[in-house]
């Protein structure tokens, strides 16, 4: 219980009531440079660079907002009035930090031979080690939870400002942070010939960290009386309650690049990169108005434009997108390598249940201004991560060999697939009306998240031997397949005490019933070249472009009205054009296209 609370300035909300959890810290980064010169048989150089791990975000805690509504005497305890601009009535929120950021990492080996015989191994990026304290190196640090949030009791809320939401409650999960980036030069030479070399370098971007949950979120009543909210400004909603999962962090990039000048009969380079994979994402929590013996009874009135009546959304977050990956080499191998993978995209979170158990009067006179929404969504999927690779190997005329393999293979990342919608119940009685257009009376809508696109891959390989009895380059590159889409839930909809419904405006549906799939993912493009100029008894070259599937589409749930033995009371009536009075669907996602592709290659002596 509280005395009249009044503010008069933009930003002076009513009530604050916050738990909010400190954000991780971002990873140190890790540079390393390697520069060897060598006159011996035999020069070996090797990098090890790390980048530093993400900070975990702090949680949210619980969050309780005790309300008593005016009780009609002489005493007016309980009102909550505001004038400004985002000057809310009362604001409750729950918000788990974010994840850190991974650390970075640069390596560059450069080394000089002079007797030839040079060998060359890096390795940089995250990558499991558990002799080295079992950490993910260059990972990002996973995002704190969020707690609940509750409204207990009822209130007298007025509020006149654009943005000024009477009641808002918030429970928030922390986005995972994103992973490291990683780049790598390798720079090697001999100025002599010998008879075997080896080249190794491979970068690996840092995963992305996950993301927490948002907490449970309810309204409910306690003293038996009921509550009043009104604003009168624009988007500024009676009432608005979310649970929003935090997303995934975006995987770490990877860049790899390498020059190699060391003629020998023998060589092999062997040349890699890989984007991180982008994290999952975290649920939205359970969303509960009113209880089974007690429900929520009161009235909203608003008049600003998109200013709706009573908003209730639980949201998945969204899948982290894979990291990219760009490997550029130029050899002198006789034997070489070179590879690109983009990182997985990491899969949406499902959208919480909604359960409603009121009796409301609600009126609505803005445009675009609903009375009542009730949703569950499921986040999007994550991206898959592009690659693209390109190597040229070319074997000088003192060269020894007499055969040569380029091979050179490209992978897109697989998207990650869309989250669920969850089960809404929801029974309303009382009276919802709007006046103007785009403003439908009542949505219920349980919706999946959409999947993400797949990695498009591109890689192009060249190959040049100036003699010699044979050579090869073979070129494969596969794009990332579309995610899947997420599944809408189940919709109940029933009215115990009867519920009329009226709209005025044009595309002011009366009331809306979906069940609605996400959409599939289409499948990550594919480009392929491979071109042989050797002057070698025989030349070949393959190229492969193997295309990826798109996602497919999610389902869409089962929607119901009343109960089995009992019909429900419904007194439905718009005015406008476009504005049906009673919307039921349960729609199937599309499913995602596929890839397209594009291949080719050349062989012939260039004289």
């Given at each position: 219980s509280h005395p009249v609370i009044s503010t008069n300035g933009d930003f002076s909300s009513g009530v604050v009531a916050q738990s909010i959890g400190g954000g991780g810290g971002k990873a140190g980064n890790s540079n390393l440079i390697n520069r060897t010169k060598s006159v011996g048989a035999t020069a070996i150089t090797g990098g090890l660079a790390l980048g530093g791990v993400g900070g975990a975000g702090g949680k949210g805690g619980d969050v309780v907002v005790e309300l008593e509504a005016p009780d009609g005497s002489n005493n007016p305890s309980g009102a909550i009035v505001t004038r400004g601009a985002f000057a809310y009535g009362l604001l409750a929120h729950s918000i788990g930090g974010g994840g850190g950021a991974g650390g970075n990492s640069l390596s560059t080996n450069e080394s000089t031979s002079k007797s030839g015989s040079p060998s060359d191994a890096n390795r940089s990026g995250a990558i499991q080690l558990g002799g080295l304290g079992g950490q993910n190196w260059g990972n990002g640090g996973q995002g704190g939870s969020a707690g609940s949030v509750a409204i207990v009791g009822d209130a007298l809320i007025q509020t006149s400002g654009d943005g000024a939401t009477a009641l808002l409650a918030q429970s928030i999960g922390g986005g995972g942070g994103a992973g490291g980036d990683v780049t790598s030069t390798v720079k090697s030479s001999s100025k002599k010939s010998s008879r075997n070399e080896g080249f190794v370098s491979m970068t690996v971007g840092g995963e992305g960290g996950a993301g927490q949950h948002g907490g449970n979120v309810s309204w409910q009543s306690s003293s038996g009386l009921s509550s009043s909210l009104s604003t009168g400004g624009a988007q500024s909603h009676g009432a608005l309650l979310q649970s929003i999962g935090g997303g995934g962090g975006s995987g770490g990039s990877s860049t790899q690049n390498a020059n190699i000048n060391a003629p020998s009969t023998y060589s092999f380079g062997g040349f890699g990169s890989s984007g991180g994979s982008g994290a999952n994402a975290a649920n939205g929590g359970v969303i509960?108005?009113?209880?089974?013996?007690?429900?929520?009874?009161?009235?909203?009135?608003?008049?600003?434009?998109?200013?709706?009546?009573?908003?209730?959304?639980?949201?998945?977050?969204?899948?982290?997108?894979?990291?990219?990956?760009?490997?550029?080499?130029?050899?002198?191998?006789?034997?070489?390598?070179?590879?690109?993978?983009?990182?997985?995209?990491?899969?949406?979170?499902?959208?919480?249940?909604?359960?409603?158990?009121?009796?409301?009067?609600?009126?609505?006179?803005?445009?675009?201004?609903?009375?009542?929404?009730?949703?569950?969504?499921?986040?999007?999927?994550?991206?898959?991560?592009?690659?693209?690779?390109?190597?040229?190997?070319?074997?000088?005329?003192?060269?020894?060999?007499?055969?040569?393999?380029s091979f050179g293979g490209s992978a897109g990342g697989e998207a990650g697939s869309g989250g669920d919608g969850s089960v809404i119940t929801a029974d309303l009685s009382g009276q919802l009306v709007t006046t103007r257009s785009g403003s439908d009376a009542l949505v219920v809508q349980s919706i999946g998240g959409g999947g993400g696109h797949g990695g498009n891959s591109t890689i192009s390989n060249s190959l040049e031997q100036s003699s010699g009895s044979g050579s090869l380059p073979v070129v494969l590159s596969f794009g990332g397949g579309g995610g899947r889409g997420g599944d809408g839930g189940t919709v109940i909809f029933d009215s115990a005490e009867g519920l009329a419904l009226d709209t005025t405006g044009h595309n002011s549906q009366g009331l809306s019933l979906q069940s609605i799939g996400g959409g599939g993912g289409r499948g990550g493009n594919v480009s392929s070249f491979g071109s042989n100029s050797s002057k070698t008894d025989i030349n070949l070259g393959a190229a492969v472009a193997i295309g990826a599937s798109g996602g497919g589409g999610g389902d869409g749930g089962a929607v119901s009205i009343g109960q089995q033995h009992r019909a429900t009371s419904l007194l439905i009536q718009t005015r406008g054009r476009q504005a049906p009075g009673l919307l039921v669907q349960s729609i199937g996602g599309g499913g995602g296209s596929g890839s397209n592709t594009s291949s080719g290659t050349s062989a012939g002596s260039i004289t």
């Amino acid at each position: 219980s509280h005395p009249v609370i009044s503010t008069n300035g933009d930003f002076s909300s009513g009530v604050v009531a916050q738990s909010i959890g400190g954000g991780g810290g971002k990873a140190g980064n890790s540079n390393l440079i390697n520069r060897t010169k060598s006159v011996g048989a035999t020069a070996i150089t090797g990098g090890l660079a790390l980048g530093g791990v993400g900070g975990a975000g702090g949680k949210g805690g619980d969050v309780v907002v005790e309300l008593e509504a005016p009780d009609g005497s002489n005493n007016p305890s309980g009102a909550i009035v505001t004038r400004g601009a985002f000057a809310y009535g009362l604001l409750a929120h729950s918000i788990g930090g974010g994840g850190g950021a991974g650390g970075n990492s640069l390596s560059t080996n450069e080394s000089t031979s002079k007797s030839g015989s040079p060998s060359d191994a890096n390795r940089s990026g995250a990558i499991q080690l558990g002799g080295l304290g079992g950490q993910n190196w260059g990972n990002g640090g996973q995002g704190g939870s969020a707690g609940s949030v509750a409204i207990v009791g009822d209130a007298l809320i007025q509020t006149s400002g654009d943005g000024a939401t009477a009641l808002l409650a918030q429970s928030i999960g922390g986005g995972g942070g994103a992973g490291g980036d990683v780049t790598s030069t390798v720079k090697s030479s001999s100025k002599k010939s010998s008879r075997n070399e080896g080249f190794v370098s491979m970068t690996v971007g840092g995963e992305g960290g996950a993301g927490q949950h948002g907490g449970n979120v309810s309204w409910q009543s306690s003293s038996g009386l009921s509550s009043s909210l009104s604003t009168g400004g624009a988007q500024s909603h009676g009432a608005l309650l979310q649970s929003i999962g935090g997303g995934g962090g975006s995987g770490g990039s990877s860049t790899q690049n390498a020059n190699i000048n060391a003629p020998s009969t023998y060589s092999f380079g062997g040349f890699g990169s890989s984007g991180g994979s982008g994290a999952n994402a975290a649920n939205g929590g359970v969303i509960q108005i009113g209880a089974p013996l007690s429900p929520l009874t009161g009235s909203i009135n608003t008049v600003g434009i998109g200013a709706a009546g009573l908003v209730a959304q639980s949201i998945g977050g969204g899948g982290g997108a894979g990291g990219g990956s760009t490997t550029d080499t130029s050899s002198t191998s006789t034997y070489g390598v070179s590879l690109g993978f983009g990182g997985a995209g990491g899969d949406g979170g499902s959208g919480g249940a909604l359960s409603t158990l009121a009796r409301l009067d609600v009126l609505t006179q803005g445009i675009q201004a609903p009375a009542v929404v009730l949703q569950s969504i499921g986040g999007g999927g994550g991206l898959g991560g592009n690659t693209s690779t390109s190597s040229a190997t070319t074997l000088p005329k003192d060269s020894k060999a007499k055969t040569s393999l380029s091979f050179g293979g490209s992978a897109g990342g697989e998207a990650g697939s869309g989250g669920d919608g969850s089960v809404i119940t929801a029974d309303l009685s009382g009276q919802l009306v709007t006046t103007r257009s785009g403003s439908d009376a009542l949505v219920v809508q349980s919706i999946g998240g959409g999947g993400g696109h797949g990695g498009n891959s591109t890689i192009s390989n060249s190959l040049e031997q100036s003699s010699g009895s044979g050579s090869l380059p073979v070129v494969l590159s596969f794009g990332g397949g579309g995610g899947r889409g997420g599944d809408g839930g189940t919709v109940i909809f029933d009215s115990a005490e009867g519920l009329a419904l009226d709209t005025t405006g044009h595309n002011s549906q009366g009331l809306s019933l979906q069940s609605i799939g996400g959409g599939g993912g289409r499948g990550g493009n594919v480009s392929s070249f491979g071109s042989n100029s050797s002057k070698t008894d025989i030349n070949l070259g393959a190229a492969v472009a193997i295309g990826a599937s798109g996602g497919g589409g999610g389902d869409g749930g089962a929607v119901s009205i009343g109960q089995q033995h009992r019909a429900t009371s419904l007194l439905i009536q718009t005015r406008g054009r476009q504005a049906p009075g009673l919307l039921v669907q349960s729609i199937g996602g599309g499913g995602g296209s596929g890839s397209n592709t594009s291949s080719g290659t050349s062989a012939g002596s260039i004289t």
